[in-house]
């Protein structure tokens, strides 16, 4: 179903009709990571990738045009042929991984333990990913945030957000 | 969106659920899936899903744009600050053990919850903030031309 909706995203001229594919496939990715027992990203992906971003695309579609561009498929040959190539090499990759769940994958040996033995000691909180993401990796968190706030603002000056929304003291 | 009764309806009565699951994500971060980021941006979507429907002038009357900037950098500072005030009290930079010396669990208890309050004010701040921004871009669209 993933494959399908991410072919619906190409497939559509209508991008109405694309922005919503777009947000079943991320709808259907956080499922997966359901499955994959990641609660805290699937929640992440349902939250930003279905709700906000789907929003954010619809209003730059509102700003600009409705429907695709044509195009002539000989035009997309090359772009096609480094796709293949990239996810060739990738998944020639994922082929020395250890096979999923496997008890002896580098995940579940080496630090991974290490948090989930000392959270319940040293933090003494239930979520072990808040425990890592607060905690032991606050640093990292507090650049997240920095970055996530440089971004909004780069957006602002970017789209204007800025003009016009001071309070006006001379104006009252 | 004048004609839209059952929209609105719905809307008026899912807000308040939206923004009160918002702050259950925030705070109860440390015992279920969820935290900061993910609070933030459900509670941005509440706001923004009220824009969509009531329109924009509406919601900027709850929320003035210039309250959801400063909330952008409230929540880094609100971080900071948690990360400087260890530093005074004799501990690392961000080591939450500071904020209750006697019983550093405790502690660590605060820091997070402090910490995740400042990365979701910062994100719902952004997430507002760059709505805000695309919609009052945007001309005045019809329902027809869908």
């Known amino acids: 179903m993933l494959v399908v909706s991410a072919i619906g995203v190409l497939w559509v001229k209508h991008l109405f009709g694309a922005a919503m594919f777009s947000g079943i496939f991320s709808f259907l990715s956080a499922l997966l990571f359901v499955m994959l027992d990641a609660v805290d990203v699937a929640f992440t992906e349902a939250a930003v990738g279905a709700g906000v971003s789907t929003i954010l695309v619809l209003a730059t579609i509102i700003l600009t045009k409705r429907r695709a561009k044509e195009w002539k498929a000989s035009e997309n040959l090359r772009p096609l042929a480094l796709v293949i190539l990239t996810g060739g090499i990738l998944i020639y990759g994922s082929l020395d991984m250890p096979e999923f769940g496997s008890s002896t994958a580098p995940a579940q040996t080496h630090v991974g333990l290490t948090y989930l033995e000392s959270t319940p000691k040293q933090i003494g909180i239930p979520n072990v990913v808040t425990a890592v993401l607060a905690s032991y990796r606050g640093f990292d968190t507090l650049g997240e945030t920095a970055v996530v706030f440089t971004a909004g603002v780069g957006v602002l000056v970017l789209l204007g957000g800025f003009i016009g929304t001071r309070r006006r003291k001379d104006q009252g | ?146």
Do not use: C
């Open chain 2, 1 to 146: 969106m004048k004609h839209h009764l059952v929209l609105k309806v719905v809307t008026k009565i899912m807000v308040g659920f939206i923004i009160l699951f918002a702050l259950y994500v925030q705070f109860h971060g440390d015992y279920s899936p969820g935290g900061g980021f993910q609070a933030g941006v459900i509670f941005a979507a509440g706001f923004i899903l009220y824009g969509l429907v009531m329109g924009l002038e509406n919601v900027q009357r709850v929320l003035p744009p210039w309250i959801a900037h400063k909330l952008m950098a409230l929540g880094v500072v609100i971080y900071t600050l948690v990360g400087i005030y260890s530093f005074f009290v004799g501990f690392n930079f961000l080591d939450y053990g500071a904020l209750t010396p006697s019983h550093p669990e405790h502690g660590q208890h605060y820091g997070i919850l402090l910490v995740e309050l400042g990365v979701g004010i910062t994100v719902a701040g952004v997430v507002i903030s760059v709505y805000y921004a695309f919609a009052s871009r945007s001309i005045k669209s019809q329902d027809e031309e869908w």
